[in-house]
Structure formats: C-alpha cells, structure tokens
C-alpha cells in the first residue's frame, strides 16, 4: 500500500511515481529541514490508531451500532451534546488514507513543507518541496470538512485552496512567492480557529 512517507522517499532517490491521480475536491469536505534535494523526508509517527464511522468521525472505537461514541444518528441528543474540542479532536485524528499519518499530522506537514520551499527556494531541490505540499493536498482530498463548530468562518476550505495553489505552481516565480504569503495568511486564521476550539494545530 502507497504511503506518504515512502513516496517522499522514492522522489528523493531520483525514482519516478506518479503523483495522485483525479480533480482535487476542495470540498476539504475539506521545516522538516532540508539540505539537499537528496534528503529524505518523514513524518512522525501517528498517535493511536483510529477508526472510522458512517458519519466520516475518528475514534478509538466503535460503539454496538458502529458509530463513535456521542454520534450514532439514532440517539440526536447524545450526538448533539458531543463539545466541540471533542469533534475537532477526533476530525483532527481521522484517516487521510495514509497509514502512517492523520489529518493533522498531513496538515502540519503541509506547513513544514511550505516553510522548506521559502527556506530553499532559491537552490535546485527547491520544486521537491511543492511536490510534498502538492502530494498532501491530495491525502486531504476525502477528508470530511472541518467540524462546522470549529470553523465557523469557513477557513478550512480556504486554507486547502491556498495550498493546492502553492502546491502547484514552479518553484522561484512570483507566483509562488505569493501563494506561499497566502497559504501563510490562511493558516494564522485557521491555526487560531482550531486553537481556540480545543485542538492542537
């Protein structure tokens, strides 16, 4: 199975892999530095494994009717008295598809490898770090959005656009550099959002 860590690998030995393939849904229903372009680049180690339920929410376990526990549809009053923090916690822990990462590890990559291209944009491995941010984008892709108690502003779609945009675009051209200030506004406002709702962006 195809993971994020090791196809960061493969570009970085010189290996030749396609980057996922499909239209991008920003729906997003929506450092780690580096020397060289020979680095290779890794992502910690996820917390807990976690699973899934019909309604896209990640917890340790799954309640008789399979649902994570405060979201089975048949009992509204539970569901509705979920905190906030608690939602955003088990969003921020769910499934990219990727098994050695969750959404926020991908989304802290993102921004690790956003500030990598700013630091090396001018040396020749430069476009490895837009590929990274490109490529995690994409593990973003067919995540449900954002719990809307955590994101009332609607940042989280916002956020993905400017990422996707910077992911990309060519290394070293002005528009990079300006994709690269509009991601970083886009993440002041989404990191406090989070922040201020319980989790750790």
Request: with cysteine.
């Amino acid at each position: 199975m195809r993971t994020l860590a090791g196809e960061r690998h493969f570009r970085l030995t010189g290996g030749r892999h396609l980057r996922p393939t499909g239209a991008i849904v920003l729906v997003l229903a929506l450092a780690g530095c580096a020397t060289s372009a020979t680095t290779t680049h890794h992502i910690a180690a996820p917390s807990p494994t976690s699973v899934v339920d019909p309604n896209g929410v990640a917890c340790a376990s799954l309640d008789s009717a399979g649902y994570c526990p405060g979201d089975n549809p048949s009992n509204p009053t539970a569901a509705a008295a979920l905190a906030c923090s608690t939602q955003l916690q088990q969003w921020l822990a769910g499934s990219t598809g990727d098994q050695l990462t969750n959404v926020g590890q991908v989304i802290q990559s993102v921004m690790n490898d956003a500030q990598s291209y700013n630091t090396y944009q001018a040396t020749a491995g430069a476009q490895t770090f837009l590929m990274f941010v490109g490529d995690e984008v994409a593990y973003l892709a067919s995540v449900p959005a954002m719990p809307s108690c955590a994101d009332t502003s609607n940042e989280w779609p916002q956020w993905g656009l400017a990422a996707n945009a910077l992911g990309s675009d060519t290394a070293g051209t002005p528009q990079a550099s300006s994709d690269y200030q509009a991601l970083q506004s886009a993440w002041a406002v989404l990191s406090q959002e989070i922040t201020s709702n319980g989790g750790t962006p």
